[in-house]
T-cell receptor, first 115, second 109 residues
């Protein structure tokens, strides 16, 4: 069966500090990978998605970046955090979204607070 | 633009039935999803509709009308553990999910 891991679970960082969130998937190969952010009481905002190693699509221009160094590893980074970067960060995976239902499966999330 | 509308919050009584509506305007349509999200947790998949009609899965059912850009999630025999947010999401012409803001469902005894 497939599992998805995210760490850390919670993070408190000062404004201007760097960020690195990691997501890994087990039990599948060549998954589509996604990074979302969810502000308190709001819906999911797609930040980045990836269809393969080194292939990253950005949905929202901002001070965040993503990388996919390995097939089942997805990393979200920032060089300098802003207060507005606070939120609940979710990593998700799916099979090829063009076929069938292909629901997205979510990791447990990272709650980031920027002070 | 793309838009998905859901009520912000609903309240229902334990044991009762509740219907959560979702209307959408998207660039293309390749299916509609409902997810459940408990506070502080990740969303979990509930249902998927791509054709018009009703899909039933235990106490939960989901309905779709593509011509009306409308879906609803029906929860029967409500239990306290059903207190959560319910997210509606549409897969657009690029096969990306467009998410609604979610409906917070409060169950009272």
């Amino acid at each position: 069966s497939q599992t998805i891991h995210q760490w850390p679970a919670t993070l408190v960082q000062p404004v201007g500090s760097p960020l690195s969130l990691e997501c890994t998937v087990e039990g599948t190969s060549n998954p589509n990978l996604y990074w979302y952010r969810q502000a308190a009481g709001r819906g999911l905002q797609l930040l980045f998605y990836s269809v393969g190693i080194g292939q990253i699509s950005s949905e929202v221009p901002q001070n965040l970046s993503a990388s996919r160094p390995q097939d089942r590893q997805f990393i979200l980074s920032s060089k300098k955090l802003l207060l507005s970067d606070s939120g609940f960060y979710l990593c998700a995976w799916s099979w090829d979204p063009g076929t069938g239902s292909n629901e997205q499966f979510f990791g447990p999330g990272t709650r980031l607070t920027v002070l | 633009g793309q838009n998905i509308d859901q009520p912000t919050e609903m309240t229902a009584t334990e044991g009762a039935i509740v219907q959560i509506n979702c209307t959408y305007q998207t660039s293309g349509f390749n299916g509609l999803f409902w997810y459940q999200q408990h506070a502080g947790e990740a969303p979990t998949f509930l249902s998927y509709n791509v054709l018009d009609g009703l899909e039933e899965k235990g106490r939960f059912s989901s309905f779709l009308s593509r011509s009306k850009g409308y879906s609803y999630l029906l929860l029967k025999e409500l239990q306290m553990k059903d207190s959560a947010s319910y997210l509606c999401a549409v897969k657009d012409s690029n096969y990306q999910l467009i998410w609604g803001a979610g409906t917070k469902l409060i169950i009272k005894p």
